[in-house]
């Protein structure tokens, strides 16, 4: 049995720990203790956090699964852009079919998953969720989530290091029913590859201009057979890359030891054009102009095949 001090020192009933005689209604109103849900509580000293609403949700849904965005996050994938779990109050819980429950700071969902699809973080072994696989099914069969947006929440999971795009296809078997379609399509234009979501959604659309697909993440090597770089984008017959200045896009709340070591980096793409390959820049700021970022791409393409004097294709 756990002592006192442990059953406190998570999120706890405040109705039970009143009935076993571990707090008066008097205490549990006093300013050691938190109220984080309906008749749910923590010490005050726990920060408030995505994670502790997540923990209080399992304690007062004993049978509800965390899903969705909230899923995701456990799993440390911000799939709502940096300090999106920062700024998140409401947490998505699902629970069985015929279940009525509305509980303020809950999204709660009437849906059933099998037994292999749930399981908890081996950090956060208190709160059932959906395993990495189906998490990200979850997400990108969501239909109010656009095409692109979908194929993002795949890749991230991918980059994570959590599943792969053939793990992510075998459990996609599993799935049926609303939102099946729109999460197989997404399945199909992921890759895996992407370090981040604005180079997957670069990617989608560099395969949607006329011009040769790229080939992402493209192992750059010295004649002797060293790795030199992982490159973004490459055309390798025009020697030609497309490169993310640095990775300020990476750093998020859930990922804040993400930094741009710039003058490695600088070294390695010096060589990188020493090796005769021409390097495009792309910034953060380039992407509030997608359609204009993939012309200037097409543009520095063709005028590279032509400095070349080689075809296109």
């Known amino acids: 049995m756990l002592a006192t001090d442990d059953v406190l020192a998570a999120p706890f009933r405040g109705t039970d720990a009143v009935a076993r005689g571990l707090l008066t209604p008097k205490q549990l109103r ?3 203790w938190q109220r984080v849900l309906r008749d749910v509580y ?8 995505h994670e502790l609403r997540a923990r209080a949700a399992a304690v007062l849904l004993p049978d509800g699964v965390v899903t969705g965005r909230s899923g995701a996050w456990l799993w440390r994938v911000d799939v709502d852009g940096p300090d999106g779990a920062a700024a998140a109050e409401e947490v998505e819980v699902s629970v ?14 009437r849906r059933s998953f099998a037994d292999h699809q749930i399981g908890c973080p081996p950090w956060l072994r208190d709160v059932p969720t959906l395993w990495p696989d189906h998490a ?6 969501d239909p109010a989530r656009t095409h692109v947006e979908s194929v993002v929440v795949l890749d991230q999971f991918c980059s994570a290091g959590l599943t792969t795009i053939a793990s992510l296809r075998s459990a996609a078997r599993w799935w049926t029913g609303r939102g099946c379609r729109g999460m197989q399509a997404a399945l199909r234009d992921a890759d895996g590859l992407a370090g981040s979501p604005p180079e997957t959604r670069l990617r989608l659309r560099l395969h949607a201009a006329p011009w040769p697909r790229p080939v992402a993440q493209y192992r750059l090597a010295r004649p002797d057979g060293r790795r030199v770089k992982e490159l973004d984008f490459a055309w390798p017959h025009l020697r030609f890359a497309v490169e993310y200045d640095g990775a300020p896009h990476l750093a998020t709340t ?24 021409q390097l495009f820049y792309v910034t953060a700021p380039d992407h509030h102009d997608m359609t204009g970022l993939v012309e200037r791409i097409g543009a520095a393409l063709v005028a590279r095949a032509a400095q070349l004097g080689v075809p296109l294709r």
């Open 136 to 141: 990200a099914l979850d997400l990108a069969g």
């Open 30 to 32: 006093g300013p050691r």
């Open 96 to 109: 069985p079919v015929g279940r009525s429950t509305r509980t303020r700071g809950l999204v709660v969902r």
């Open 254 to 277: 859930l990922h804040p030891e993400s930094r741009f070591r710039l003058p490695k980096d600088r070294r390695v793409l010096n060589e990188v054009q020493a090796l005769g390959w």
């Open 42 to 49: 923590a010490p005050v000293t726990t920060p408030v956090d």
